[in-house]
């Protein structure tokens, strides 16, 4: 779907979708909040810094600011890619891991550990199940864990027997 803004105009948006004043943006790619301004009103260039700055940071896509053509953010897997090549393989690893440990990042390791198990050690029934109970718990109130709780607990000694 194609953006009919200006380029200025979509750097505009985007800065407007993460919810950054001109100063914070700048200061989050390393600009004062004044050069923010005069690219937003189209008064300056987009340079390949600028446009590297904001995909590096914000996971921008710069073809949709230049073009108004494709999507605001890179792919989920270019934007990791771009950070294991910024820090390297060891660097990234070893950040990857620290987070994972994290207590704020515990989803994203349970959800990496049960996919592992779950492609080791479970039937493709099973799976199934799973990924619809885990769809479930993801959008469900507190109740509605407890009972998928109760029901997989069920499920588990049901397959047991």
């Known amino acids: ?21 001109q100063e914070a943006f700048g200061e ?4 004062t909040h004044g050069n923010v301004s005069k690219i937003e009103k189209n008064e300056v260039s987009l340079s390949n810094a600028f446009l590297n700055a ?33 820090l390297g393989v060891k660097e990234y690893g070893e950040g990857l891991l620290k987070l994972l440990k994290d207590p704020e990042f515990v989803e994203l390791n349970s959800l990496i550990t ?11 029934e099973l799976k199934i199940f799973l990924q619809q109970a ?12 407890k ?10 000694d049901e397959k047991e027997n």
Do not use: P
């Not at 897997?77 to 950070?83: C, D, H, K, L, V």
């Not at 049960?114 to 493709?124: A, G, L, Y």
């Not at 885990?134 to 864990?145: F, H």
């Not at 009972?147 to 588990?156: D, E, H, I, K, S």
């Open 54 to 86: 904001i995909k590096r940071r914000f996971a921008c896509n710069s073809d949709w600011i230049i073009t108004g053509e494709g999507e605001m953010f890179i792919a989920r897997e270019e934007f990791i890619a771009i950070g294991i090549r910024y």
């Open 134 to 145: 885990s769809q479930v718990w993801q959008q469900g109130d507190e109740r509605t864990r």
């Open 1 to 21: 779907m194609k953006n009919n803004l200006t380029s200025g105009g979509r750097v505009k948006q985007f800065r407007k979708h993460l919810r950054l004043t």
């Open 114 to 124: 049960t996919d592992n198990f779950i492609k080791e050690n479970v039937s493709d």
């Open 147 to 156: 009972t998928l709780v109760n029901f997989v607990g069920a499920y588990l």
């Open 28 to 31: 989050a790619i390393g600009m």
